[in-house]
């Protein structure tokens, strides 16, 4: 028996199980071998067929249950035997030519974008190759830091750079990621401006302005606003929201292939700013953020805190009705993590949070 890390696709709770091969089966037990579930090995399939190399991740066929082997199995006592790992499932979404072709067409009518698109986007992000949203992440990341550096009256270097607090931040971000399982690697930037938010651009960028390390009364709360982040990173949903702000032209260009055309990115940097997630995205990055500080020991009160406090500063707080607002309302967020959170430890020590804190001094 080899022992794998389980998710049942129904919730962001990962366990560690045991595996073995019976029969035609793959069956999984826990610790006291009772049996969780059964995956049959022919609808055994890559998460990724493209990557192959440990620690392999599998899935079952039309579910959103996976199992990640550890990172010394190889694989080899499994996948030989499951033939169908590259297989598509029977209800995968294809990209003939008609249908592109179909898209161009449409994409001349840019009025039918305006409400195409939004209802859309979703279905869109799943044609987007992982590397593709790499490089519109790295091409609107350049475009910010331009923007920011602009703020700064042409400064060049508007990004903090102090190799001991990045290594901090690093190292936080690359367990997150990890546990949240997110597609491509996250990379945290720090940039001096004094706003207390931080962004999740496509394609793993994550970028914190230093008002945020002003406002934060600990490193928990940046650690929490940084999950928050990366597991939007992980839905992908930066890239489903600039779909939505950019409209026909960064649709036009993911089709063609320009993905660093102007009319695509020209307004993607600043949009992402002020980009709103819908209410569900919000909660469901709440909910699979303090998942993974559970996962980490690591309280999520202070995340809570944070939000709650957040709501308080805002001008608005209290005059938009919440069913008119996109997003859950800092008190409803706070009380949610709050009940969620399980984890006791802290983030970062005091000498690690103030060495993050100057990060940009």
């Known amino acids: 028996m080899k022992s794998v890390s389980y998710n049942d696709g129904k919730t962001a709770l990962r366990r560690k199980v045991l595996a073995d091969v019976s029969g035609d089966d793959l069956v999984l037990t826990d610790q006291v071998y009772r049996e969780v579930a059964r995956w049959p090995l022919a609808d055994i399939r890559y998460v990724d067929a493209s990557h192959r190399r440990p620690p392999i991740r599998l899935r079952l066929k039309d579910s959103d249950a996976r199992l990640t082997l550890d990172i010394s199995d190889d694989g080899g006592w499994l996948t030989y035997k499951c033939l169908n790992l590259t297989k598509r499932d029977s209800g995968a979404v294809r990209w003939p030519t008609w249908v592109a072709a179909g898209i161009l067409a449409v994409a001349s009518i840019a009025g039918i974008f305006v409400f195409l698109l939004p209802a859309a986007s979703s279905a869109i992000v799943g044609l987007v190759p992982p590397a593709m949203e790499r490089d519109i992440g790295r091409a609107a990341r350049d475009q910010l830091m331009a923007l920011f550096g602009r703020m700064h009256d042409g400064a060049e270097h508007v990004e903090c750079t102090n190799p001991r607090a990045y290594g901090i931040l690093k190292k936080r971000a690359d367990e997150l990621a990890n546990l949240m399982e997110t597609p491509f690697p996250v990379r945290v930037s720090v940039v001096r401006l004094p706003v207390a938010n931080a962004l999740a651009l496509p394609g793993g960028e994550v970028v914190i302005l230093s008002g945020l390390l002003d406002k934060a009364k600990s490193g928990d709360e940046v650690i929490g606003v940084l999950a928050h982040e990366i597991a939007h990173v992980a839905r992908r949903d930066p890239l489903q929201v600039s779909i939505k702000q950019t409209g026909a032209a960064l649709m036009v260009s993911l089709i063609v292939g320009d993905v660093f055309g102007g009319t695509a990115l020209g307004g993607l940097a600043a949009n992402l700013i002020e980009t709103g997630y819908s209410r569900d995205a919000e909660a469901a990055a709440d909910f699979l953020a303090v998942t993974a500080l559970n996962q980490l020991g690591l309280t999520a009160l202070p ?59």
């Not at 959170?341 to 949070?353: F, I, K, L, N, P």
Request: glycine share 10%.
């Open 303 to 361: 995340l809570a805190d944070f939000v709650e406090r957040a709501e308080k500063e805002t001008p608005m707080a209290g005059v938009v009705p919440s069913f008119l607002n996109t997003h859950p309302s800092g008190e409803n967020r706070a009380r949610d993590i709050r009940a969620l959170s399980q984890g006791v430890g802290r983030a970062m020590g005091g000498y690690e949070w103030e060495t993050v804190r100057k990060i940009c001094q």
